[in-house]
Protein backbone atom coordinates (compact mmCIF):
# COMPACT_ATOMS: atom_id res chain seq x y z
CA UNK A 1 0.00 0.00 0.00
CA UNK A 2 1.47 3.55 -1.06
CA UNK A 3 -0.29 5.51 1.02
CA UNK A 4 -1.19 5.21 4.35
CA UNK A 5 -2.69 7.39 7.09
CA UNK A 6 -1.42 7.66 10.57
CA UNK A 7 -4.07 9.03 12.44
CA UNK A 8 -1.56 11.89 13.40
CA UNK A 9 -1.05 15.48 11.68
CA UNK A 10 2.32 16.90 11.17
CA UNK A 11 4.26 18.74 14.31
CA UNK A 12 3.18 22.03 13.86
CA UNK A 13 5.88 23.67 14.80
CA UNK A 14 8.46 21.60 12.72
CA UNK A 15 5.89 22.21 9.96
CA UNK A 16 5.45 26.20 10.59
CA UNK A 17 9.41 26.72 10.24
CA UNK A 18 10.03 24.81 7.36
CA UNK A 19 7.81 27.20 5.90
CA UNK A 20 8.52 30.12 7.16
CA UNK A 21 12.14 29.47 5.76
CA UNK A 22 10.85 28.44 2.67
CA UNK A 23 8.90 31.88 1.98
CA UNK A 24 11.99 34.09 3.39
CA UNK A 25 14.08 32.07 0.91
CA UNK A 26 12.18 33.12 -1.62
CA UNK A 27 11.82 36.28 -0.72
CA UNK A 28 15.88 36.68 -0.34
CA UNK A 29 16.11 35.35 -3.71
CA UNK A 30 14.36 37.11 -5.49
CA UNK A 31 16.14 40.14 -4.14
CA UNK A 32 19.57 39.13 -4.65
CA UNK A 33 18.38 37.71 -8.32
CA UNK A 34 16.46 40.27 -9.53
CA UNK A 35 19.42 42.99 -8.94
CA UNK A 36 21.79 40.18 -9.90
CA UNK A 37 20.10 39.60 -13.81
CA UNK A 38 17.56 42.23 -14.14
CA UNK A 39 14.78 39.56 -14.62
CA UNK A 40 11.80 38.36 -12.76
CA UNK A 41 12.14 34.85 -14.50
CA UNK A 42 14.70 33.48 -11.76
CA UNK A 43 11.83 34.48 -9.03
CA UNK A 44 8.64 32.71 -10.93
CA UNK A 45 11.57 29.62 -11.45
CA UNK A 46 11.88 29.51 -7.98
CA UNK A 47 8.40 29.40 -7.24
CA UNK A 48 7.64 27.12 -9.57
CA UNK A 49 10.30 24.58 -7.96
CA UNK A 50 8.91 25.56 -4.57
CA UNK A 51 5.04 24.99 -5.50
CA UNK A 52 6.31 21.52 -7.16
CA UNK A 53 8.69 20.87 -4.10
CA UNK A 54 5.35 21.31 -1.66
CA UNK A 55 3.30 18.97 -3.83
CA UNK A 56 5.56 16.07 -3.81
CA UNK A 57 5.88 16.88 -0.37
CA UNK A 58 2.31 16.36 0.45
CA UNK A 59 2.47 13.07 -1.15
CA UNK A 60 5.23 12.21 0.82
CA UNK A 61 3.54 12.84 4.14
CA UNK A 62 1.22 10.58 3.03
CA UNK A 63 3.89 7.27 2.41
CA UNK A 64 5.16 5.14 5.12
CA UNK A 65 8.59 4.91 5.24
CA UNK A 66 8.19 0.72 4.16
CA UNK A 67 7.23 1.67 0.86
CA UNK A 68 11.07 4.07 0.62
CA UNK A 69 12.55 1.16 2.35
CA UNK A 70 11.17 -1.02 -0.19
CA UNK A 71 12.14 1.14 -3.40
CA UNK A 72 15.46 2.41 -2.03
CA UNK A 73 17.65 0.23 -4.06
CA UNK A 74 15.97 1.22 -7.47
CA UNK A 75 16.10 4.32 -6.33
CA UNK A 76 20.01 4.71 -5.90
CA UNK A 77 20.76 2.43 -8.93
CA UNK A 78 18.15 5.38 -10.65
CA UNK A 79 19.93 7.80 -9.31
CA UNK A 80 23.56 6.44 -10.53
CA UNK A 81 22.26 5.93 -13.60
CA UNK A 82 21.62 10.02 -13.95
CA UNK A 83 25.24 10.93 -12.58
CA UNK A 84 26.47 9.07 -14.95
CA UNK A 85 24.10 10.69 -17.85
CA UNK A 86 25.37 14.18 -16.38
CA UNK A 87 28.76 13.30 -17.91
CA UNK A 88 27.61 12.90 -21.42
CA UNK A 89 28.26 15.68 -24.13
CA UNK A 90 26.68 18.81 -24.81
CA UNK A 91 23.30 19.31 -25.06
CA UNK A 92 22.33 16.14 -22.80
CA UNK A 93 24.93 16.82 -20.27
CA UNK A 94 25.17 20.80 -19.26
CA UNK A 95 28.02 22.43 -17.76
CA UNK A 96 28.22 25.87 -15.91
CA UNK A 97 31.59 27.64 -14.26
CA UNK A 98 34.05 24.48 -15.13
CA UNK A 99 31.47 22.21 -13.68
CA UNK A 100 29.37 19.79 -15.46
CA UNK A 101 26.58 18.59 -13.05
CA UNK A 102 23.28 19.38 -14.82
CA UNK A 103 21.03 17.37 -16.70
CA UNK A 104 19.78 19.50 -19.85
CA UNK A 105 16.33 18.85 -19.70
CA UNK A 106 15.60 21.91 -22.02
CA UNK A 107 12.80 23.62 -19.60
CA UNK A 108 14.91 23.19 -16.32
CA UNK A 109 18.81 21.75 -15.69
CA UNK A 110 18.26 18.91 -13.23
CA UNK A 111 21.46 18.48 -10.85
CA UNK A 112 21.57 14.25 -9.77
CA UNK A 113 23.72 14.81 -6.78
CA UNK A 114 20.89 17.00 -5.01
CA UNK A 115 19.00 13.24 -5.49
CA UNK A 116 22.16 11.19 -4.28
CA UNK A 117 22.17 12.70 -1.03
CA UNK A 118 18.76 11.67 -0.41
CA UNK A 119 18.78 8.28 -2.22
CA UNK A 120 21.87 7.37 -0.53
CA UNK A 121 20.67 7.78 3.23
CA UNK A 122 17.48 5.80 2.14
CA UNK A 123 19.58 2.92 0.49
CA UNK A 124 22.26 2.86 3.29
CA UNK A 125 19.69 2.73 6.22
CA UNK A 126 18.45 -0.15 4.63
CA UNK A 127 21.72 -1.77 3.72
CA UNK A 128 23.02 -0.81 7.72
CA UNK A 129 20.27 -2.96 8.86
CA UNK A 130 20.64 -6.42 6.22
CA UNK A 131 24.29 -6.14 7.22
CA UNK A 132 24.18 -5.05 10.52
CA UNK A 133 26.23 -8.21 11.90
CA UNK A 134 29.24 -7.23 9.31
CA UNK A 135 28.83 -3.28 10.10
CA UNK A 136 29.02 -3.84 13.78
CA UNK A 137 31.93 -7.05 14.09
CA UNK A 138 33.77 -6.98 10.68
CA UNK A 139 35.72 -4.91 8.34
CA UNK A 140 34.21 -6.47 5.98
CA UNK A 141 30.87 -3.98 6.40
CA UNK A 142 33.09 -1.11 6.10
CA UNK A 143 34.21 -2.37 3.19
CA UNK A 144 31.33 -2.80 1.34
CA UNK A 145 30.46 0.52 2.37
CA UNK A 146 33.09 2.36 1.10
CA UNK A 147 32.64 0.79 -2.55
CA UNK A 148 28.75 1.54 -2.09
CA UNK A 149 30.11 5.48 -1.59
CA UNK A 150 32.60 5.42 -3.70
CA UNK A 151 29.99 3.91 -6.63
CA UNK A 152 28.86 7.60 -6.11
CA UNK A 153 31.74 9.59 -5.20
CA UNK A 154 33.55 8.58 -8.83
CA UNK A 155 30.86 10.30 -10.38
CA UNK A 156 30.19 13.03 -8.54
CA UNK A 157 33.97 13.94 -8.55
CA UNK A 158 34.55 13.13 -12.60
CA UNK A 159 31.49 15.98 -12.57
CA UNK A 160 33.93 18.01 -10.20
CA UNK A 161 31.16 18.57 -7.64
CA UNK A 162 33.66 17.94 -4.56
CA UNK A 163 31.07 19.23 -2.17
CA UNK A 164 28.84 16.90 -2.75
CA UNK A 165 31.09 13.89 -2.29
CA UNK A 166 32.07 15.08 0.86
CA UNK A 167 28.56 15.69 1.86
CA UNK A 168 27.78 11.91 0.96
CA UNK A 169 30.81 10.75 2.34
CA UNK A 170 30.33 12.19 5.67
CA UNK A 171 26.51 11.47 6.10
CA UNK A 172 27.53 7.39 5.20
CA UNK A 173 30.16 7.26 7.49
CA UNK A 174 28.28 8.94 10.32
CA UNK A 175 25.34 6.73 9.55
CA UNK A 176 27.85 3.71 9.95
CA UNK A 177 28.92 5.09 13.27
CA UNK A 178 24.95 5.31 15.07
CA UNK A 179 24.54 1.85 13.23
CA UNK A 180 27.12 0.01 15.77
CA UNK A 181 30.41 0.06 14.02
CA UNK A 182 33.78 0.24 15.41
CA UNK A 183 35.46 3.94 16.10
CA UNK A 184 39.05 2.84 14.97
CA UNK A 185 38.10 1.02 11.77
CA UNK A 186 35.61 4.58 10.77
CA UNK A 187 38.70 6.46 11.65
CA UNK A 188 40.99 4.14 9.51
CA UNK A 189 38.46 4.77 6.54
CA UNK A 190 37.99 8.84 6.88
CA UNK A 191 41.31 8.89 6.81
CA UNK A 192 41.41 6.70 3.49
CA UNK A 193 38.98 8.81 2.10
CA UNK A 194 40.51 12.29 3.56
CA UNK A 195 43.62 11.13 1.74
CA UNK A 196 42.35 10.55 -1.49
CA UNK A 197 40.29 13.84 -1.47
CA UNK A 198 43.45 15.94 -0.19
CA UNK A 199 45.40 14.15 -3.62
CA UNK A 200 42.42 15.48 -6.12
CA UNK A 201 42.75 18.79 -4.83
CA UNK A 202 47.01 18.78 -5.12
CA UNK A 203 46.07 17.63 -8.61
CA UNK A 204 44.09 20.03 -9.66
CA UNK A 205 45.82 23.66 -10.13
CA UNK A 206 42.70 25.68 -9.69
CA UNK A 207 41.40 23.66 -6.57
CA UNK A 208 44.93 24.08 -5.16
CA UNK A 209 45.10 27.52 -5.81
CA UNK A 210 42.27 28.63 -4.51
CA UNK A 211 42.96 26.54 -1.44
CA UNK A 212 46.37 28.07 -0.75
CA UNK A 213 45.12 31.72 -1.54
CA UNK A 214 42.73 31.69 0.88
CA UNK A 215 44.75 29.93 3.95
CA UNK A 216 47.96 31.74 2.69
CA UNK A 217 47.32 35.25 1.31
CA UNK A 218 46.25 38.17 3.44
CA UNK A 219 42.39 38.65 2.80
CA UNK A 220 42.53 42.29 2.28
CA UNK A 221 45.41 42.27 0.19
CA UNK A 222 45.83 42.15 -3.69
CA UNK A 223 46.10 38.36 -3.49
CA UNK A 224 43.06 37.91 -1.20
CA UNK A 225 39.96 36.01 -2.14
CA UNK A 226 37.46 38.43 -4.17
CA UNK A 227 34.39 36.47 -3.23
CA UNK A 228 35.33 36.29 0.26
CA UNK A 229 36.32 39.86 0.82
CA UNK A 230 32.71 41.10 -1.04
CA UNK A 231 30.49 38.69 1.08
CA UNK A 232 32.09 40.58 4.48
CA UNK A 233 31.87 43.54 2.95
CA UNK A 234 28.18 43.29 2.78
CA UNK A 235 27.54 42.02 5.99
CA UNK A 236 30.14 44.12 7.48
CA UNK A 237 27.20 46.77 5.92
CA UNK A 238 24.52 44.99 7.35
CA UNK A 239 25.36 45.66 10.76
CA UNK A 240 22.64 44.28 13.28
CA UNK A 241 19.76 45.43 11.23
CA UNK A 242 20.62 45.38 8.09
CA UNK A 243 20.23 48.07 5.13
CA UNK A 244 16.47 47.03 4.80
CA UNK A 245 15.20 44.84 2.20
CA UNK A 246 16.11 44.85 -1.50
CA UNK A 247 18.69 47.54 -0.08
CA UNK A 248 21.80 45.84 -0.36
CA UNK A 249 24.69 46.96 -3.07
CA UNK A 250 26.58 43.60 -2.89
CA UNK A 251 24.26 41.74 -4.99
CA UNK A 252 24.80 43.89 -8.49
CA UNK A 253 28.02 43.12 -9.75
CA UNK A 254 30.40 42.67 -6.75
CA UNK A 255 28.99 39.45 -4.81
CA UNK A 256 29.34 36.28 -7.41
CA UNK A 257 26.33 33.70 -6.95
CA UNK A 258 24.65 36.14 -4.41
CA UNK A 259 21.28 34.16 -5.39
CA UNK A 260 23.01 30.72 -4.72
CA UNK A 261 26.12 30.06 -2.81
CA UNK A 262 26.63 33.41 -1.03
CA UNK A 263 23.02 34.02 -0.15
CA UNK A 264 23.93 34.18 3.37
CA UNK A 265 26.22 37.36 3.10
CA UNK A 266 23.35 39.12 1.35
CA UNK A 267 20.63 38.37 4.32
CA UNK A 268 23.73 39.76 6.49
CA UNK A 269 23.49 42.80 4.11
CA UNK A 270 19.65 43.37 3.74
CA UNK A 271 18.35 42.06 7.26
CA UNK A 272 21.77 42.46 9.51
CA UNK A 273 22.68 40.00 12.19
CA UNK A 274 19.46 39.78 13.35
CA UNK A 275 18.17 38.42 9.96
CA UNK A 276 21.62 35.56 10.34
CA UNK A 277 20.34 34.57 13.96
CA UNK A 278 17.15 33.82 12.54
CA UNK A 279 18.13 31.72 10.03
CA UNK A 280 20.66 29.75 12.01
CA UNK A 281 18.33 29.24 15.10
CA UNK A 282 15.32 28.46 12.61
CA UNK A 283 18.29 25.40 11.07
CA UNK A 284 19.22 24.77 14.63
CA UNK A 285 15.65 24.05 15.80
CA UNK A 286 14.32 21.93 13.00
CA UNK A 287 18.15 20.02 12.91
CA UNK A 288 17.74 19.25 16.68
CA UNK A 289 14.20 18.32 16.44
CA UNK A 290 14.75 16.14 13.72
CA UNK A 291 17.50 13.95 15.34
CA UNK A 292 14.89 13.74 18.48
CA UNK A 293 12.77 12.76 16.13
CA UNK A 294 15.45 9.52 14.93
CA UNK A 295 16.52 9.42 18.89
CA UNK A 296 12.59 8.14 19.44
CA UNK A 297 12.24 6.09 16.51
CA UNK A 298 15.11 4.25 17.29
CA UNK A 299 13.39 3.62 21.03
CA UNK A 300 10.14 2.46 19.22
CA UNK A 301 12.46 -0.10 17.69
CA UNK A 302 12.42 1.37 14.05
CA UNK A 303 15.86 1.53 12.98
CA UNK A 304 15.06 2.28 9.38
CA UNK A 305 13.56 5.77 10.53
CA UNK A 306 15.53 6.30 12.85
CA UNK A 307 18.29 5.84 10.58
CA UNK A 308 16.79 8.02 7.37
CA UNK A 309 16.22 10.62 10.26
CA UNK A 310 19.64 10.84 10.97
CA UNK A 311 21.00 11.06 8.24
CA UNK A 312 19.10 13.77 6.66
CA UNK A 313 19.85 15.76 9.62
CA UNK A 314 23.81 15.03 9.44
CA UNK A 315 23.37 16.10 5.83
CA UNK A 316 21.46 19.18 5.99
CA UNK A 317 23.77 19.70 9.64
CA UNK A 318 27.20 19.50 6.90
CA UNK A 319 25.10 21.82 4.52
CA UNK A 320 23.74 24.64 6.33
CA UNK A 321 26.98 24.98 8.69
CA UNK A 322 29.88 24.65 5.77
CA UNK A 323 27.47 27.57 3.95
CA UNK A 324 27.26 29.78 6.72
CA UNK A 325 31.11 29.58 7.65
CA UNK A 326 32.20 29.95 3.50
CA UNK A 327 29.86 33.51 4.20
CA UNK A 328 31.69 34.14 7.18
CA UNK A 329 34.88 33.92 5.44
CA UNK A 330 36.06 30.97 8.09
CA UNK A 331 36.34 28.55 4.92
CA UNK A 332 37.36 28.79 1.75
CA UNK A 333 34.52 29.60 -1.03
CA UNK A 334 32.83 25.91 -2.30
CA UNK A 335 29.67 25.30 -4.16
CA UNK A 336 26.98 25.02 -1.09
CA UNK A 337 23.87 26.34 -1.55
CA UNK A 338 21.68 27.13 1.77
CA UNK A 339 18.84 24.43 2.02
CA UNK A 340 15.52 26.20 1.67
CA UNK A 341 17.15 29.47 0.83
CA UNK A 342 19.27 29.59 -1.62
CA UNK A 343 18.37 29.81 -5.91
CA UNK A 344 18.16 25.93 -7.14
CA UNK A 345 15.65 23.53 -8.22
CA UNK A 346 16.84 20.27 -7.77
CA UNK A 347 18.05 21.44 -3.93
CA UNK A 348 14.96 22.92 -2.83
CA UNK A 349 12.84 20.28 -3.89
CA UNK A 350 14.85 17.04 -2.26
CA UNK A 351 15.76 19.55 0.52
CA UNK A 352 11.39 19.79 0.85
CA UNK A 353 11.01 16.15 0.18
CA UNK A 354 13.54 15.40 3.12
CA UNK A 355 11.56 17.28 5.38
CA UNK A 356 9.10 15.79 4.43
CA UNK A 357 10.27 12.40 5.44
CA UNK A 358 11.63 14.00 8.84
CA UNK A 359 7.63 15.01 9.04
CA UNK A 360 6.25 11.54 7.99
CA UNK A 361 8.91 9.77 10.75
CA UNK A 362 7.40 11.90 13.31
CA UNK A 363 3.45 10.80 12.33
CA UNK A 364 4.28 7.12 12.31
CA UNK A 365 6.28 7.70 16.58
CA UNK A 366 3.42 9.22 17.54
CA UNK A 367 0.88 7.11 15.39
CA UNK A 368 -1.13 4.03 17.72
CA UNK A 369 0.91 0.87 18.75
CA UNK A 370 -1.43 -0.89 16.10
CA UNK A 371 -0.06 1.31 13.25
CA UNK A 372 3.47 0.93 14.15
CA UNK A 373 3.84 -2.62 14.30
CA UNK A 374 3.32 -2.00 10.01
CA UNK A 375 6.43 0.53 10.17
CA UNK A 376 9.82 0.28 10.15
Not at 295 to 303: I, M, N, S, V
Amino acid sequence: MIFNKTGQSPDTKLLVTIVVLIIFGWILSFSASLAHFDSYSYVRKQGFYIVLGLIVGFFVLKTPLSFFKLHSRKLFIFSLILLGIVLLPDPIGFSANGARRWINFVVFKFQPSEMMKLAMILFMAGFLIRQEKEVTGSLTGIGKTLLIVASSGLLTMLETDLGATIIITITALSMLFIAGSYIKELLMAGAGILGGLALYVFYDPTRLDRWLSFWMNDLWGKDGVHQTQQALIGIGRGDWTGTGLGAGIQKYTKLPESHTDMIFAIIGEELGIIGMLFVLFSFAYIINKGFSIAKEALKHGRKYSSYVAFGICTWFSMQVGVNIAMNLGLIPIKGFTLPLISYGGSSMIFSIIALAIILRIDMENRAPYSKQRDYV
